[in-house]
C-alpha cells in the first residue's frame, strides 16, 4: 500500500474514532444515594411532582456523564403527602435505613424545618431546593438553600407593589401554620410601611383551609387597594376567587408559593392582573438555562417551572461538591457545599454565602390574559 494512502487510512481511523472517545465510561460499583423527600401526593402535590422530574433529569444526566466519582447515582424518594409530621418521618428513613449521602428537600419551608434538624444532628448535608424562609439555613451548617431567602423576596415584592403598581394601602391574609406565608407576610408589611404605605389588615386562616370568606369580608372594610397572599397556590386561587365574588377589586399580590401550573386552574379570571414573584423563567436566554429547558420539554411534554430547575441544580450542587472533595463522606461533602461560589446552575450562577444560601436574582410575574407573564428580573 502506498504511503499517502497508509497516512490517509490512519487519520481516516482516527477521525471514526472520534465520537467514542467522548463516550465515558458507564459508572460501576456501589451507587451513591441521594434522599429526595416532597409532597408528591395531598395537597402540595404539584410541587412535589415538579421537583421530582428535576431531580430524576438531573440523576439521569449524571449517569449519562459518568455518575458521581465513577459510581452510579441512585436517588431514593419518600413522599410526605403534604402532611406534617411526615417530613421528619421521611428524613429519618432516608437518613438510617438508607444511609444517604445527602438529603435534596423540601419545597415548603416548614416541612424542611421538620428534616433540616435531623440532618444537622446526623451530620449529612441537606440542600433545599426552594425553602425560603430564613430560619431553614440558620438550623445549622449542614443545611444549604439554592434559592434567594424571603428577605429579599418580600423587599422585593412591597418595593415592586409601592413604586411600580402605585398601590398604598395593603391587607394581609396569612397562613399562620405556614413559617413562610408568616414570615413573608412580616417582611412585606416591614418594608411596605417603612416606604410610606399602610397595612390596613393583617387577617389569618390555617394551611388546608376552603373557605376565606370572613377574611376576605373583614379586608373588604379596609377598602385596601392590595391583596397580599403569601400562600401556595390551592389557597391562593381560591381565596382570589371568594374575593372576586365578593366584590373586592383590590390587586392581588403573591410570592413564589404562587407558581404551579394549577394556579390559573383554580383561580381562573379571579387572578387576572395578579403579581407575584419567583425564581426562574424558562423563557430565560441564558445558554445553560435553554439547554435545560430543551432536554426537560422532550422528557416531559411541558416547560419546567422554577422549582423544577431549582431541584436539578441541587442535585447538581451535590455532584459538583463531591468530585471537589473527591469523595461523598458527609465532613468532606459539607465543606466542598460550603465553598462553592460559582457552580454554572440552569437557575443562574450559584454560590454559598456564610449562611450557606444562594444570593439569586427575583423574576416578578404578571397575570395577563390568562397567561403568567415574566414581566422583569431584580437583583439582589
Ligand atoms: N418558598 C416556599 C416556602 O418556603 C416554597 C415554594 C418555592 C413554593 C417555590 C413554590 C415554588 O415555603
Known sequence: MPAVLRLFRFFALGLALLPLARVVAAPTGD?????????????????GEAALRGARLAVADLNASGGILGRPVELVV????????????????????????????????????????LAQAAGVPLVTPASTNPRVTAVGDCIFRVCFADPFQGAVLA???????????????????????????????????????????SQKYAGGD????????????????AIFLP?????????????????????????????????????????????YSTH???????????????SYTARYGSAPVGLGALTYDAVGLIADAASRAGSVERVALKQALAATRDFAGVTGRTGFDQNRDAQKAAAIIAVRGGRCVFVESVRP
Open 31 to 47: 451507587p451513591v444515594k441521594i434522599g429526595f423527600f416532597m409532597s408528591l401526593t395531598g395537597r402540595d402535590a404539584s410541587f
Open 78 to 117: 419518600e413522599d410526605n403527602r403534604s402532611l406534617p409530621g411526615e417530613s421528619a418521618t421521611a428524613a429519618k428513613k432516608l437518613l438510617g435505613r438508607d444511609k444517604v449521602v445527602a438529603l435534596v428537600g423540601e419545597c415548603a419551608s416548614s416541612r424542611t424545618l421538620e428534616a433540616a434538624p
Open 159 to 201: 418595593t415592586y407593589a409601592w413604586k411600580n403598581l402605585g398601590l398604598h394601602r395593603a391587607a394581609l391574609l396569612v397562613d399562620s401554620s405556614a413559617s413562610y406565608s408568616v414570615g413573608l407576610a412580616d417582611v412585606f408589611a416591614k418594608t411596605f410601611t417603612a416606604l410610606g404605605g399602610e397595612v390596613v389588615a
Open 210 to 225: 376552603k373557605d376565606f370568606r370572613a377574611q376576605l369580608t373583614a379586608i373588604r372594610a379596609t377598602h385596601a387597594e
Open 231 to 275: 400562600s401556595y397556590y390551592v389557597e391562593a386561587g381560591l381565596s382570589a376567587r371568594q374575593a372576586r365574588e365578593l366584590g373586592l377589586t383590590a390587586t392581588l399580590l403573591g410570592g413564589d408559593g404562587f407558581e404551579a401550573p394549577q394556579l390559573l386552574e383554580i383561580g381562573g379570571e379571579a387572578l387576572e392582573g395578579a403579581v
Open 280 to 294: 426562574y423563567s424558562a423563557e430565560s436566554a441564558d445558554p445553560v438555562s435553554r439547554r435545560f429547558v430543551a
